[in-house]
């Protein structure tokens, strides 16, 4: 038999939806973005090598004509509910190319193992995004205000005395047009030299004991000797 003739009356590739799922309680508390994410993920699903399925929130934005942020949520709904299951993280590839999360769906088989269809155990628990609270999708969280964290109370900032013109003239800078943040006085370049006067004999011996001072005495009378 020509494989022609064994291809007629074959269907053509397709995402299957199972009834049996579709009555599911999970199903019908699903949204309709995470519904369309599911058959997203549906699609990527070979029945012959039971493999994982991924897809990256950019490449779902351009599928759904929706944004990344939403598609994130959607993923965290399908978890929620126990339609996937995440296998790895996504991470930053060896040549600087992201590598999206993989997933396992619950409802068909995977690397032989039987499918275990985790969202027939539900408990009746709806999906929340503010208690999820999922990782954003794009830079860290910011305050409506700019890129700065809302916390401690900022300094005021040191005035721009480069002297280029952009700011407005400081009262803390110099006439120069530099200044530093330090409060100290430059050091005189000739310091001041204070007086030096040979010690006298009674300046060293003033505050001697009279044991002390006899036994000074002694010591250079035995040095005089010495010398002489």
């Not at 022609?4 to 299957?16: A, E, I, L, S, T």
């Amino acid at each position: 038999m020509s494989h022609k003739n064994r291809d007629k009356g074959r269907m053509p590739p397709f995402v299957p939806l199972y009834r049996l799922t579709m009555k599911q309680p999970a199903w019908r508390a699903l949204s309709h973005g995470a519904r369309s994410t599911y058959m997203l993920l549906m699609s990527n699903y070979n029945t012959r090598m039971q493999n994982y399925v991924y897809l990256s929130v950019r490449k779902g934005a351009e599928e759904l004509g929706s944004n990344m942020k939403s598609v994130a949520r959607w993923l965290h709904e399908l978890e929620f509910y126990g339609f996937i299951v995440k296998l790895t993280e996504g991470y930053l590839g060896v040549e600087g190319k992201a590598i999206a999360p993989h997933w396992r769906l619950t409802e068909v088989p995977y690397a032989a193992a039987m499918p275990t269809r985790d969202f027939e155990k539900w408990d009746g628990v709806s999906f929340d995004p503010k208690k999820q609270n999922p990782v954003p999708v794009v830079g860290t969280p910011r305050t409506s205000g700019g890129y700065i964290r809302k916390g401690r109370k900022l300094t005021k900032k040191a005035p721009d005395c480069t002297g280029g013109g952009y700011i407005e003239n400081d009262p803390a800078c110099t006439t120069e047009g530099y200044v530093t943040t330090s409060t100290t006085t430059k050091p005189s370049p000739t310091p001041t030299k204070l007086p030096w006067s040979t010690p006298q004999v009674w300046d060293i011996t003033a505050d001697l004991s009279p044991e002390e001072l006899r036994s000074l005495r002694l010591s250079a009378a035995g040095h005089l000797r010495a010398v002489a």
